[in-house]
């Protein structure tokens, strides 16, 4: 989503009226990298309710998204409320760019028992040229 240029919602209404085909559909060039960050002992047994710290932060870096998946509003502070929490999704020129951006800014947001995999991207800065 985070390299889709067009409005979501123009889309939409292209589909509802079976226009697809009259509009352009724009993409960002950019590679796009998501970390999703879960919950220890995701996909097993977790512990919900802790307060996540530091999305305003992660939220200021470059080129990069917070995606929401497994949060709620306890009392006007995010929390974590399921296993797989947010997805840091970020935009660069090549997947080293983009897999940098989005470590940089998950690193930024905490919880207790934060967990994310360090290998994400790894597969495609390998891959023989």
Not at 20 to 42: K, M, Q, T
Not at 83 to 88: C, H, I, K, P, T
Request: with cysteine; aromatic share 6%.
């Amino acid at each position: 989503m985070l390299r889709l240029k067009t409005d979501l919602l123009d889309i939409l209404e292209a589909i509802n009226h079976d226009k697809l085909n009259e509009i352009n559909i724009e993409w960002d060039g950019r590679v796009s990298l998501c970390l999703v960050l879960a919950s220890e002992g995701y996909p097993g047994g977790y512990e919900k309710g802790y307060i996540i710290e530091g999305l305003g932060e992660a939220a200021l870096e470059s080129d990069v998204v917070v995606y929401h998946a497994g949060t709620a509003n306890k009392d006007g502070r995010i929390v974590t409320s399921g296993g797989r929490v947010l997805g840091v999704t970020a935009l660069g020129a090549d997947v080293g760019q983009a897999r940098e951006r989005a470590y940089r800014a998950a690193d930024l947001i905490s919880w207790p028992g934060k967990y994310y995999r360090t290998d994400i991207g790894m597969k495609a800065l390998n891959r023989p040229k």
